[in-house]
């Protein structure tokens, strides 16, 4: 059995790999703790999950604002006394880090003290993080085409998105069934709960009503505190009664992801990962402020292997169109749902876990040569 310290809080982009990440190796008999943040985010996705071990790190993201700059160095520096008592305590075989602020403080602590670190950036485009410390890990894994400096092929992998074993396509009948959702109207998924996803929130609320005469029923989930919740009814222009309903937060993603026709959402990597694996396609409107617009360098190669569409968002004013173009044209969907089978026929979680077991096993055997060394 071995110990793997496994850094992932801060956004779901980070927390929903590292719980799947830890999924895997605790079912092969492994030990994990997970390094989160004290965001809501990481919390409320946490609560169900009281098989791991969880720490949550001192940190706030970086910013280029004189006073949260000198707040974010401070609170490395906490952080770096925090990851050193936590790894002489915790004595991992192996340190993982998925990026984010929660990942500096625990990889340069695992340098100094000789354990070896594995990072994965999920993103096309690599995060300061990652391209911060990425010299001090044993082994980086990166999507496919993706580079960092001019770092070796003995310390790159190329493996995708680690996905819970939760987020699991099933039938959309029973899924719709699941939610109370009617079988026979197209339903609409718009995910506004992701950072700087408000403006989804915003476009849903002004077009529901459009939406509904077209016979288009709507699930939206808001995010923790960006919006009003609950079930709305209108009526189609052929007066059939159309439900949406709109939620904070939801534990039932597969189902959510399993039921819908079409999502509408911004293009984080873990998003896409989880549409890839529920076949489901998409209009992905990446967040103009995202860093180093990777949303957009995200969206624009899911929209290159056939898995949806992308919509900048100064042109917000023509997504109701390209829906309604979308979502009735069933020959269309069929085409996108074929490609997204085609995209997620890696098996990355065994890929990594096996990797990570190799590396585990030379650590535990320098450490027998050099006792000194632990």
Known sequence: MSRYLIACGGTGGH???GIALAEELVG????????ISNKQVDSRLIEKYDLFRFERLPGVGFSLNPYRAARFFWMQGRALVFALRLIREFNPDVIFGFGGYTSVAITISGYFRGVPVALHEANRVVGRAIRLVGRLARRVYLPVGVTLGNLGSDRVRYHGFPVRREIRRVAKSTARERLGLDPNQKLLLVLGGSQGASALNDWVNHHLEQLAQEGIQVYCVTGLGKGADGVFELRSRSGVTV?????????????????????????????????????????????????????????????QQGGGLVLPEEYLGNLFPEIREVVFNDWLLRQFQINLERMDRENTIDRIVRDLDEIGREHEKTRRLNPATA
């Open 15 to 17: 927390l929903a790999p």
């Open 28 to 35: 092969r008999g492994h030990e994990c703790c997970l390094l």
């Open 243 to 303: 439900r949406s309903v709109f939620a904070p937060f939801s534990d039932r993603m597969a189902d959510l992801l399993s039921c819908a026709d079409l999502a509408v959402t911004r293009a984080g990597a873990g998003t896409i990962a989880e549409l890839i694996r529920c076949r489901l396609p998409a209009i992905l409107i990446p967040y103009p402020y995202a860093a180093d617009a990777h949303q957009l360098v995200n969206a624009r190669f899911f929209e």
